[in-house]
């Protein structure tokens, strides 16, 4: 499981989901997703049942379609300290570093997560068989 540690709350607000026990079975759903197609399903439940999404929630959705995709790069902590973001992994090598801008908020906090686990799927990606992995394939 990755800690997301990002100096913001992404509260479910309560004017649009009263229920206190609605919105702890929310939080305790988002928590468990492990994979982006069971994220996909309860987000597409959540509109179903409670109608349009605010800001709020879908950075909340947001927030786990990240922590879900650092956890499959196989980072253990995603933490926000002073203008930068730290990604954590058991192997101290592959520990990764991405600039923010000063004052980032919520939006582009998540942003540039989004950018930085672009590239890291990107490398990633090339260095699997059938990969660029920086060589163009050979023709026999």
Known sequence: HCTMNLRFQFRIPGNWLEDVRRRMWLYKRCSSVSDLDTLDRLRAE???????????????????????????????????????????????????????????GPSEVLESLEMALSALEAVVLSQKPGGSGGRAAEVT
């Open 46 to 104: 959540v509109r179903d049942r409670f109608g349009a999404l605010p800001r709020e929630v879908e950075l909340l959705f947001q927030h786990v379609r990240l922590r879900v995709r650092a956890e499959a790069l196989s980072y253990t902590a995603v933490i926000r300290e002073g203008d930068s973001l730290r990604l954590e992994s058991d192997d101290k090598n592959r520990s990764f570093r991405s600039p923010l801008a000063p004052g980032a």
